[in-house]
């Protein structure tokens, strides 16, 4: 059998998914679909990268306006709350006024957050730029996750889930070099990427809809919390994987550069990035390398080897004089971590996922990412608070990881618990000009996605 187009897909599934409702009547020219996959994983890169940037330069900003270690992991917060707001209010309006729309909407906002921070003149401006920056990012996150979806569920499920690891990994290293190495520190980071947003814009411009316009936009933007029949039982075996494997990513992105600079004695913003580049980086090999497992098998690796990365971290850490022997094995423990953590989101919604039709897909990645945020942030702001009005950074650091451990510890009894209900019951397969041989259910290979850390 031949087939002409190469972003149609179907789902095997009892109730098989439709074409979305709001499919375009009319088709545009634009790019085919592999050039299309390429600019929406190049988004995600960028917009990950941007999200990380700015770890390695808390302590530049720390050192030039003289703020408390509170002020970092609260800078930290509001971008992770913004987010959050952004995902209820607008989470699902791609799949009402199209893709495109709100993919030039964020990307006009985040060049605006990095015009802010380019001129930031003191903690104000920062946490400005955070919130401006962190509204982008939530409006993208569901239209990226779901057109990438809309034009091919396979390869795009795999861009999905490893461009963004490539993006924290990259961004937290690169602007570390940059910072280190080239002039004007705190500004040319964010020039380089106001360049790429500003050039994304465009080849958005040129992009075809996958998806047209349909009524209820207005009243998609009122937040709830509302999830297909059959995808509430996935999401609740799955969410408190989500909120562990993400407070993990909250600990590197708020305490990590702080406790690597204390183990290694230096204040090198190099050292500052490579906690999250190593955590990230691995995350990005686990998707990759587990793709073709099964959806509880990896659920279930990643928990046992974030527990089992946290521990060597926190053992590591111990009273915190440092030397090669403590900062090998944090680095060991950080990227065994990592692998929990890739592992851990990308099992969650490779479970969750397969259950949606297309035309609920932006709104329930965009509650899956509520729930993923949620661990990001309020762990790590308390983490800042404690910091100063606790036992110190390294006391609050064991605190940090021992709740990660336990909190993981909770989401494995529920995952044991729940058997094989944590396989999904259906895979999406691409038709297209070269069909595959169809997988079965249990060992089919299903969209994956891995969400941003800063």
Do not use: C
Not at 94 to 119: E, K, N, Y
Not at 176 to 200: E, H, M, N
Request: hydrophobic share 50%; net charge positive.
């Amino acid at each position: 059998m031949s087939h002409t187009s190469p972003t149609r897909y179907t789902a095997r599934t009892d109730n098989p998914v439709r074409r979305s409702p709001a499919h375009p009547a009319h088709r545009r020219r634009g790019p085919g679909a592999t050039a299309s996959l390429a600019l929406l994983a190049s988004i995600i890169v960028s917009l990950l990268a941007a999200s990380s940037a700015p770890t390695p330069l808390y302590a530049i900003y720390q050192q030039h306006w003289g703020f408390s270690p509170i002020t970092i992991t609260v800078v930290f917060g509001v971008y992770a709350l913004a987010v959050l707001i952004s995902l209820l209010v607008v989470g699902k309006i791609s799949d009402h006024v199209g893709r495109r729309p709100v993919l030039l909407a964020a990307l006009s906002a985040q060049a605006a957050a990095m015009v802010i921070f380019a001129t930031a003149g003191g903690e104000g401006a920062l946490l400005a730029a955070r919130v401006v920056q962190g509204l982008g990012t939530g409006a993208a996150l569901g239209a990226i996750g779901a057109g990438m979806l809309d034009i091919d569920p396979r390869r795009g499920g795999l861009l999905n889930s490893f461009a963004p690891a490539v993006g924290t990994a990259g961004g937290a290293l690169v602007s570390g070099l940059i910072v280190q190495y080239l002039p004007v520190p705190t500004r040319l980071v964010y020039v380089v990427l106001l360049g790429v947003f500003v050039l994304q814009a465009l080849g958005v411009l040129a992009l075809r809809e996958t998806v047209s316009r349909k009524p209820g936009a207005l009243a998609s933007m009122a937040p709830e919390i509302k999830l297909p029949k059959a995808a509430r039982t996935p999401v609740a075996i799955a969410a408190p994987v989500l909120f562990a494997v993400w407070a993990l990513a909250g600990f590197y992105g708020a305490l990590g550069p702080a406790i690597i600079r204390t183990l290694v004695d230096s204040t090198s913003v190099v050292w500052g990035g490579l906690p999250l580049f190593v955590l990230a980086g691995s995350a990005g090999l686990a998707v990759l390398v587990l793709r073709g497992t099964s959806t509880r098998t990896v659920m279930l690796l990643g928990a046992g080897a974030l527990v089992t990365g946290v521990t060597i971290t926190l053992v590591s850490i111990g009273p915190g004089t440092g030397g090669a022997a403590a900062t090998t094995g944090f680095f060991v423990g950080s990227a065994i971590a990592g692998f929990g953590f890739g592992s851990g989101f990308q099992g969650g919604i490779r479970m969750v996922m397969p259950q949606t039709q297309p035309h609920e897909r932006a709104g329930v990645l965009s509650l899956l990412y509520v729930v993923s945020y949620l661990g990001l942030g309020v762990p790590a702001v308390i983490g800042g608070v404690l910091v100063v009005h606790g036992g110190g950074l390294l006391q609050t650091a064991r605190e940090y990881g021992i709740a990660v451990i336990v909190l993981t510890a909770a989401a494995l009894v529920g995952l044991l618990l729940s058997g094989r209900r944590a396989e999904p019951a259906a895979a999406w397969t691409v038709v297209g000009p070269t069909p595959e041989a169809v997988p079965t259910p249990q060992t089919a290979r299903v969209p994956q996605t891995i969400g941003g850390i800063e």
